[in-house]
């Protein structure tokens, strides 16, 4: 009996230690949501400025250092993406095939013209968010998408075109003349 007194014990210690441990990263999570906004922060730079909180949400005992950047990497790896998307959905706000396909000076276009693509996008909030070194991979990843889809599309116009004097070009194994008599 007293075995079984001793194992209930132990089962609502660690039901106990579950629960706080989970309340400590969540508030962690939200100290991160309330002082990380940059996804480009860095974990030597922030955690100073996180362990200055002053309800002591950063130094809670129940989570150890290993974990609490764990939080923080995770917590800057969604930052990043979240600025990806926005970036993306900038890109194709600004950059559609008609605007694609419409040549500026110099017969630069917004798709092979870095320089012309970054006026456009300059003064949109989602530009400014992405870093920096990021911005001109992102934007030449999307503009070749818009190209191939540009091309693609320009093939399936001329597909649909017959071609009346096209009697040179057979499928293979067809022969004028198939009886072999």
């Given at each position: 009996?007293?075995?079984?007194?001793?194992?209930?014990?132990?089962?609502?210690?660690?039901?106990?230690?579950?629960a706080?441990?989970?309340?400590a990263?969540?508030?962690?999570?939200?100290?991160?949501?309330?002082?990380?906004?940059?996804c480009?922060?860095?974990?030597?730079?922030?955690?100073?400025?996180l362990?200055?909180?002053?309800?002591?949400?950063a130094?809670?005992?129940?989570?150890?250092?290993?974990?609490?950047?764990?939080?923080?990497r995770?917590?800057?790896?969604?930052l990043?993406?979240?600025?990806?998307?926005?970036?993306?959905?900038?890109?194709?706000?600004?950059?559609?095939?008609?605007?694609?396909?419409?040549?500026?000076?110099?017969?630069?276009?917004?798709?092979?013209?870095?320089?012309?693509?970054?006026?456009?996008?300059?003064?949109?909030?989602r530009?400014?968010?992405?870093?920096?070194?990021?911005?001109?991979?992102?934007?030449?990843?999307?503009?070749?998408?818009?190209?191939?889809?540009?091309?693609?599309?320009?093939?399936?116009?001329?597909?649909?075109?017959?071609?009346?004097?096209?009697?040179?070009?057979r499928?293979p194994?067809?022969?004028?003349?198939?009886?072999r008599?």
């Open positions: 009996m007293l075995k079984r007194k001793e194992r209930e014990e132990q089962e609502m210690e660690r039901v106990r230690m579950k706080r441990r989970k309340d990263v969540t508030s962690y999570q939200a100290l991160l949501t309330e002082r990380i906004k940059d480009e922060a860095s974990w030597t730079e922030s955690r100073p400025k362990e200055k909180d002053p309800l002591g949400r130094t809670n005992s129940d989570l150890d250092l290993a974990e609490r950047e764990r939080l923080f995770e917590h800057v790896n969604g990043y993406e979240r600025c990806v998307r926005e970036y993306r959905s900038l890109l194709a706000d600004v950059i559609t095939v008609d605007t694609a396909t419409k040549d500026l000076e110099d017969g630069k276009n917004i798709l092979t013209s870095w320089s012309e693509a970054k006026r456009l996008l300059k003064p949109d909030q530009y400014a968010r992405m870093p920096r070194r990021e911005r001109e991979l992102w934007w030449r990843r999307y503009a070749d998408d818009v190209q191939r889809r540009v091309k693609v599309t320009g093939s399936e116009r001329n597909e649909d075109k017959p071609n009346v004097d096209d009697s040179s070009k499928s194994g067809v022969r004028k003349n198939q009886s008599r």
